[in-house]
């Protein structure tokens, strides 16, 4: 069997991790989240009161900094520069930031770099916003997740509740939509459709139907 590249992208909190991860286990592939390592970098920059408008100094952060994905016990753990961050990057913090981060040219055209030679021997599963149509143009299986604003608000509300954190519905709504607009209107490699990406709505699907439609495109490809 072939070892093909899978990209998957869409809008904030649309599954894409919690699908990639268990397409990426069934098929013994490995998961690459690009989102973790803006999500590094905008961390480190906070860390360092590096100005996030400043895409020069971003980049001259990025090129000091090894961000590492490393299978952990309790899924993939996120490392810069030796440091366990895979937590910190998840706070709101960073969270309500990171598309400034991410919306500079030159930052993304290291990270894409970097992203391209993760998956250069394929088996990967990658997800993002410019999988399809930049990171891995010519990945054999294109996949771009989406849901309603409301589900997607709804999905990621009782993810915060079952781990006991607090959390605002309203609000996180609100954060969804902004974000999205940020990544779906910056110039560099907007969110978007690759022309050739299969589109899955998943408002009213389970996370095995999502999965199991996923694999049966692979299937095919590979
Ligand atoms: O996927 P996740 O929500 O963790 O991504 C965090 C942010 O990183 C996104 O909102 C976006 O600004 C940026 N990102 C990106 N391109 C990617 C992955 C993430 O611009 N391929």
Redesign the pocket.
């Known amino acids: 069997k072939k070892q093909i590249q899978i990209a998957i992208d869409g809008p904030?909190?649309a599954g894409?991790?919690t699908v990639a991860k268990i397409i990426a286990e069934k098929l013994s592939y490995i998961y690459i989240?690009?989102?973790?390592m803006?999500?590094a970098l905008t961390y480190k920059a906070l860390q360092t009161d590096t100005n996030l408008e400043d895409a020069e100094k971003l980049l001259e952060l990025l090129r000091k900094s090894v961000i590492d994905l490393r299978p952990g016990k309790a899924g993939q753990l996120v490392f810069i520069n030796d440091q366990d961050v895979t937590n910190e990057i998840r706070t709101n913090e960073v969270t309500n930031v990171?598309?400034f981060v991410?919306k500079h040219a030159p930052v993304?055209q290291e990270m894409v770099k970097r992203q391209q030679l993760f998956a250069e021997k394929g088996g990967v599963v990658m997800?993002?916003?410019?999988?399809g149509t930049h990171?891995l143009p010519d990945a054999e299986v294109k996949i771009f997740l989406k849901a309603s604003v409301e589900e997607r608000a709804k999905r990621r509300h009782l993810e915060n509740i079952s781990k006991g954190f607090s959390s605002d519905i309203e609000k996180l709504k609100e954060e969804i939509i902004l974000?999205d607009k940020?990544?779906s209107e910056r110039e560099a490699?907007p969110l978007k459709k690759a022309e050739d990406a299969v589109e899955l709505d998943t408002t009213s699907l389970s996370i095995m139907d999502v999965v199991d439609k996923i694999i049966s495109i692979v299937k095919e490809r590979e």
């Open positions: 904030a909190a894409k991790s989240d690009t989102g973790a803006y999500r990171v598309s991410a993304r997800d993002g916003r410019d999988i990171v974000r940020m990544d490699a």
